[in-house]
């Protein structure tokens, strides 16, 4: 007991030191998560605005060029899709989703107003999504 008493200061300084380790590393690894889930996150909003930006030009100007062309459309849907893999769900959901409807409406973009609106549907879920998330970060 008397050992104890003696070696108490230390045994306190030791336990003090491996729990801020402990929280540091804790606290780390979180702001590295956080850091990716924040740069893909904004890495996603700027691609579904070219996206939209695409849709809108063939839609409406009839442009079939570079601004237009749903080649393009393709990039930036697949690399959406590839950027929400490292986030939280429902965001690869999300981006699955946009994938599908993208695939299924484009061929039909320029004649049916109905496939914009359920392309722009798709990008709004995924932009509310991603907006909810960089809200939710610490």
Do not use: C
Not at 25 to 54: D, G, P
């Amino acid at each position: 007991m008397e050992q104890l008493r003696r070696n108490a200061v230390a045994l306190i300084s030791l336990t003090i030191a491996v729990s801020t380790l402990s929280y540091s590393t804790w606290r780390n690894e979180k702001s590295e998560v956080n850091r990716n889930h924040r740069q893909a996150a904004f890495e996603i909003l700027l691609k579904l605005n070219e996206f939209q930006q695409v849709v809108f030009h063939h839609r409406y100007d009839q442009d079939e060029s570079d601004k237009g062309n749903p080649r393009l459309g393709w990039t930036y849907v697949l690399t959406i899709r590839d950027l929400s893999l490292i986030l939280e769900p429902p965001l690869p959901q999300d981006a699955n989703k946009l994938l599908m409807v993208w695939d299924e409406k484009w061929p039909e973009l320029g004649e049916k107003q109905e496939n914009v609106d359920a392309v722009l549907e798709s990008v709004d879920a995924m932009r509310d999504s991603i907006l909810a998330l960089l809200t939710s970060l610490d």
